[in-house]
């Protein structure tokens, strides 16, 4: 095996075993996690569904969408449907993307 391949081969091993496992990319409700997922918390925050068990939401705010309390559109108020990217950990939803489908 020349030098050449063998970097191609070393490159390629790394860049698989640095994509996570556990990586979600699906479609989900997004909403605020206490009032409309009944999750405990301090205050109204960020929280998406996920296999029917809520999550709150890091990397994104409440507010990153519009205001949350928007009688029409708010996440206080109503459940939206997104598209997203990330990982559960230590029982949160660390995200790296969220687009809003509506």
């Known amino acids: 095996m020349?030098?050449?391949?063998?970097?191609?081969?070393?490159?390629?091993?790394?860049a698989i075993s640095?994509?996570?496992?556990?990586?979600?990319?699906?479609?989900?409700?997004i909403s605020c996690g206490q009032?409309?997922?009944?999750?405990?918390?301090d205050g109204c925050s960020l929280a998406v569904k996920i296999d029917d068990k809520a999550y709150f939401v890091e990397g994104f705010g409440i507010d990153d969408f519009g205001d949350a309390h928007d009688e029409n559109s708010g996440f206080c108020n109503v459940i939206r449907k997104g598209e997203i990217t990330g990982t559960i950990e230590n029982g949160k939803f660390l995200a790296s993307s969220i687009k809003l489908q509506d």
């Not at 020349?2 to 790394?14: D, E, M, P």
């Not at 640095?18 to 409700?29: F, H, L, P």
């Not at 009032?35 to 405990?40: A, H, K």
Request: proline share 0%.
């Open 2 to 14: 020349n030098l050449k391949n063998l970097t191609f081969l070393s490159l390629f091993i790394v």
């Open 18 to 29: 640095c994509k996570s496992k556990d990586e979600i990319n699906q479609t989900v409700e």
């Open 35 to 41: 009032c409309q997922f009944n999750l405990e918390g």
